[in-house]
């Protein structure tokens, strides 16, 4: 099984968040519906990779 590095994991968590950030403007600020699920899809993808992202961490501060 591969794990991604951390650093790997925050640069995919840092741009989900930035996809879930604009959707959700778009949503708010425009009432565009296909925006807000586009937000939730980003969000949930993001919340998966939490978990991953501390395992990964583990393993790395297990290492040094």
């Known amino acids: 099984d591969y ?4 650093n ?4 995919t968590m840092e741009s989900l968040w930035t996809e879930f ?8 600020d425009k ?8 937000a939730r899809k980003a969000v949930g993808e993001l919340k998966k990779l939490v978990t991953e992202y501390r395992k ?3 393993l790395e501060s297990k290492r040094s």
């Not at 794990?3 to 951390?6: F, L, N, P, R």
């Not at 790997?8 to 640069?11: G, H």
């Not at 950030?21 to 708010?28: E, T, V």
């Not at 009432?31 to 586009?38: D, F, H, P, Q, Y």
């Open 31 to 38: 009432g565009n519906k296909a925006a807000a699920t586009r």
């Open 3 to 6: 794990v991604m590095a951390s």
């Open 8 to 11: 790997e994991l925050f640069a």
């Open 56 to 58: 990964a961490s583990v």
């Open 21 to 28: 950030q604009d959707n959700h403007s778009k949503f708010l």
